[in-house]
């Protein structure tokens, strides 16, 4: 069965600097893919970046990157240059993929960043 | 403008009463989940469907219902059998159809929410 987990339930960092948000996660399935979603006060779910598991590098967007650590089963986001708009609940997520095709997103308990000033 | 519509954004429900929420999509998508999110938890999947007129439910399925007539209709019913349900439930689709996608990169994409509140 798959298993997100994120053991910081909370993070502070000052404003430009870089964060890491840890987030591992558990299966017996050779291909999956581990998302990150950013959710604001608003409640909405915004996509933030995405690594299978057969990709070679680790996956960038802007100021977001993923250090993705197969061996360990830990797929870490890393903001650079942090800002006071990142402050919000980011979650970590992964779906496996099946004969019947892929399975539905698995998220973890999620992490509310502060961004302080 | 695509995207997921949501509605209501709150709705107040009296103990022992079903109410309905809404979830429509015009992305075109095959796939459309239900999730529930409680303070300082995750997301947890209620229920999916993956093709029109068939759905699976999730880790915690017990007290909903829902119906998936429309490609781009996905209603949750929480009944009176539920016996926690203030929360915020949240809609999401994506374009996996029934044992066809087997490549896991296909972002779900989210509705704005329904709070729902036992009153």
């Known amino acids: 069965a798959q298993k997100i987990t994120q053991t910081q339930p909370g993070m502070f960092v000052q404003e430009k600097e870089a964060v890491t948000l840890d987030c591992t996660y558990d299966?017996?399935?050779?291909?999956?893919?581990l998302f990150w979603y950013k959710q604001p006060s608003s409640g909405e779910m915004i996509f933030l970046i995405y690594?299978?598991?057969?990709?070679?590098q680790n996956a960038t967007e802007g100021r977001y990157s993923l250090n993705f650590q197969k061996a360990r089963k830990s797929a870490n986001l890393v903001i650079s240059a942090s800002q006071l708009g990142d402050s919000a609940m980011y979650f970590c997520a992964m779906r496996e993929v099946r004969n019947s095709g892929n399975t539905p997103l698995v998220f973890g308990k999620g992490t509310r960043l502060s961004v302080i000033a | 403008d695509g995207g997921i519509t949501q509605s209501p954004k709150y709705l107040f429900r009296k103990e022992g009463q079903n109410v309905t929420l809404s979830c429509e999509q015009n992305l075109n998508h095959d796939a459309m989940y239900w999730y529930r999110q409680d303070p300082g938890q995750g997301l947890r999947l209620i229920y999916y469907?993956?093709?029109?007129?068939?759905?699976q439910k999730g880790d915690i399925a017990e007290g909903y219902s829902v119906s998936r007539e429309k490609k781009e209709s996905f209603p949750l019913t929480v009944t009176s059998a539920q016996k926690n349900p203030t929360a915020f439930y949240l809609c999401?689709?994506?374009?996996?159809?029934?044992?066809?996608?087997?490549?896991?990169?296909?972002?779900?994409?989210f509705g704005q929410g329904t709070r729902l509140t036992v009153v």
């Open positions: 690594q299978g598991s057969y990709d070679q």
């Open positions: 469907s993956q093709i029109v007129n068939d759905f």
């Open positions: 999401a689709s994506s374009i996996d159809l029934y044992g066809k996608h087997r490549d896991p990169n296909t972002e779900a994409f």
């Open positions: 299966t017996s399935d050779p291909s999956y893919g």
